[in-house]
């Protein structure tokens, strides 16, 4: 591994300051930190495969985002909840990873998003999963033990593609469970082997209130909209949706998604939030704006 021993385990990396704007992660950003550098700082030789828990809305894609261009990671995303077994109908394993076609030899995270839609809540070791979700977590394991992997190329024909460059990451809210460990996740249906595999878990924390205002004040949604509306004021912008927010905090299943939403209706219904309109937005049923 290159780089002299410190602090950041290993490696010489200095993190980038676009690590600033993942609000309210500081803790999981510093160890996810780590983890980045020593994959970056070994040309992939370490693979430190871990799998992201938290509620939805907690910023985990934006987290991992952020930290894949602050180490100038490629980067693509799966969705678990699309897949279907392989020589099924559906989006398969092989297709869904062909994007490391092109990503050549560059070092490349792949987010495997709803990862936990893979699952059967409650169940032990996934002995009485459905046969297509197990089947797909059998083939992710296959992956994992491999150097390599078949994918999907052109005119239908199987290409073999290098995974010795990836690092696998295995998100999902998981019921919104909190702090969840392995042995939660083995109890959930994750497979014994896989695990041994994928043995770190990290934790999104839910976003506070403070949070939920700081991405607000900063959001670049936000600064497009009042460029486009000269006449707008953003602090009394920002004073009426700090009101929404807070009077939804409690029962805001959006998380952080919700400041998009609300800002796009403020501007979209000319500053009326609290129009009757706004109850059949049904995205947001949870949102009291009235």
């Not at 180490?71 to 109908?89: C, I, M, P, R, W």
């Not at 490391?100 to 987010?111: E, K, M, S, Y």
């Not at 469970?177 to 994750?190: F, K, T, V």
């Not at 912008?237 to 905090?249: D, H, M, P, S």
């Amino acid at each position: 591994m290159r780089g002299d021993s410190n602090s950041s385990g290993g490696t010489n990396f200095k993190p980038n300051p676009m690590t600033n704007q993942i609000v309210g992660q500081e803790q999981l950003v510093k160890e996810m930190t780590k983890v980045f550098s020593i994959f970056k700082n070994s040309e992939g030789a370490i693979r430190p495969h871990f799998v992201l828990t938290g509620p939805s809305g907690s910023g985990k894609t934006f987290t991992i985002n952020q930290l894949c261009e602050a180490h100038d990671l490629h980067y693509f995303e799966v969705n678990a909840a699309q897949l279907t077994k392989e020589g099924t109908s559906g989006n398969s394993l092989s297709k869904a990873l062909s994007p490391l076609l092109q990503a050549g030899n560059r070092q490349t995270v792949v987010f495997v998003d709803e990862f936990d839609k893979l699952f059967i809540s409650g169940n032990s070791n996934s002995d009485h999963a459905h046969e297509t979700t197990n089947g797909v977590q059998n083939e992710f394991l296959k992956v994992l033990e491999a150097d390599e992997t078949a994918v999907f190329g052109d005119y239908g024909k199987y290409i073999n593609a290098s995974t010795k460059n990836v690092l696998f990451i295995f998100a999902g809210a998981f019921n919104g469970e909190e702090d969840i460990s392995l042995d939660r996740l083995r109890e959930l249906g994750l497979k014994t082997e896989f695990l041994g595999r994928v043995g770190l878990v990290y934790n999104t924390n839910r976003l506070t209130l403070e949070n939920l205002f700081a991405i607000l004040d900063n959001s670049p949604l936000l600064t497009k909209y009042l460029e486009l509306f000269e006449d707008v004021d953003k602090e009394t912008v920002t004073y009426k949706l700090k009101a929404i927010i807070k009077k939804n905090y409690d029962n805001n299943t959006l998380g952080a998604r919700m400041i998009n939403t609300l800002i796009n209706q403020y501007f979209i219904k000319g500053g009326k939030i609290d129009n009757a309109d706004q109850k059949k937005v049904t995205f947001q049923k949870k949102l009291k704006l009235d």
